[in-house]
DNA sequence: AAGCACACCTGCTAGC
DNA sequence: TGCTAGCAGGTGTGCT
């Protein structure tokens, strides 16, 4: 489901109703949901402690615990964490609820149950998640410049939309904002990363920051199955302003003509095939 | 070693 | 109306 303008959403609501609350209670009923540990030290790690902040790397969700460990959450494709007060109704496919000091409950709801979560000691992290480390800069927060954009490019021999996804070369990315990172730097995304072009780099530098704080900006974009909503269930609205995701045969903003749909790395990618070289 | 295909799940929708 | 094939916001694994 969600990519980092989602993730950081999540993220700030987060913020606001979890920092300072003690955990009071813990309870993982899916099978799936933690997959990294055993579920009672999940349980255990939590429950009794004080949320003092809560960070996204890449797309991970992490809490920091006053105990000194970290709670970590990923949403993957349909993960959503809902908060609200502990005796509302219990949606379908709820996995994990945390209850807080206030009377309300933090809950991590998931149909297709690919997401996790998991509750380590940071100096764990190396072993238990690897991946949550090897992370590409954030465009959010931590923009390049460009020659370290060039000289990153340049490193794989692979598709730009390829390259966009991979979290080890751009934290947060993921199927929707590629291609309209892509879209608005003009540029193919089955264009291989390390022939692009002094100019094409400029663009896809200035596309990825716009594109990255436009959508966190409008919080987010929800699909037609709105399984994307923010911590109160509120949808975002970035997906009013889409040049490609999901517009096939629509005419493109640019030039008019029909925009085209491809697989590229078994995800569908949509773009210009005029507007976009 | 890097690059690529596939597996992991459930639910919704378009098309017959 | 009812069935089913196809598709969905991601990433870990295993193959070449």
């Not at 991946?131 to 931590?142: A, H, I, N, R």
């Amino acid at each position: 489901m969600p990519e980092l303008p989602e993730v950081e959403t999540v993220r700030r609501g987060l913020l606001e109703v979890l920092v300072g609350r003690r955990i009071d209670d813990t309870r993982v009923t899916g099978t799936r949901t933690v997959r990294r540990q055993d579920r009672a030290e999940l349980m255990a790690r939590t429950i009794g402690t004080t949320v003092t902040d809560v960070r996204r790397i890449a797309k991970y969700l992490v809490a920091d615990l006053d105990s000194g460990d970290v709670l970590v959450a990923h949403l993957r494709m349909s993960g959503q964490l809902l908060h609200g007060p502990a005796d509302g109704p219990l949606a379908p496919h709820t996995h994990a609820r945390f209850w807080l000091d206030d009377g309300n409950e933090l809950r991590f709801v998931d149909p297709r149950t690919f997401g996790e979560l998991f509750a380590v000691d940071p100096a764990d992290l190396p072993a238990v998640a690897p991946t949550l480390l090897e992370v590409g800069f954030d465009p959010l927060t931590g923009m390049v410049t460009v020659p370290a954009l060039a000289a990153a490019l340049a490193r794989r021999r692979t598709p730009l939309k390829v390259w966009l996804l991979d979290q080890r070369n751009v934290a947060g990315v993921g199927n929707i904002y590629s291609d309209e990172i892509c879209a608005l730097a003009r540029i193919d995304p089955l264009r291989r990363s390390d022939t692009l072009t002094r100019p094409q780099i400029k663009r896809l530098h200035e596309a990825i920051g716009a594109i990255i704080a436009a959508a966190v900006e409008a919080r987010g974009s929800s699909l037609r199955d709105a399984q994307y909503v923010d911590l109160m269930g509120q949808s975002g609205s970035y997906q009013e302003r889409f040049r490609v995701y999901g517009r096939e045969g629509l005419p493109c903003h640019g030039c008019g003509r029909p925009v085209v749909r491809r697989v590229i790395a078994q995800r569908s990618s949509y773009s210009c095939p005029r507007c976009q070289r």
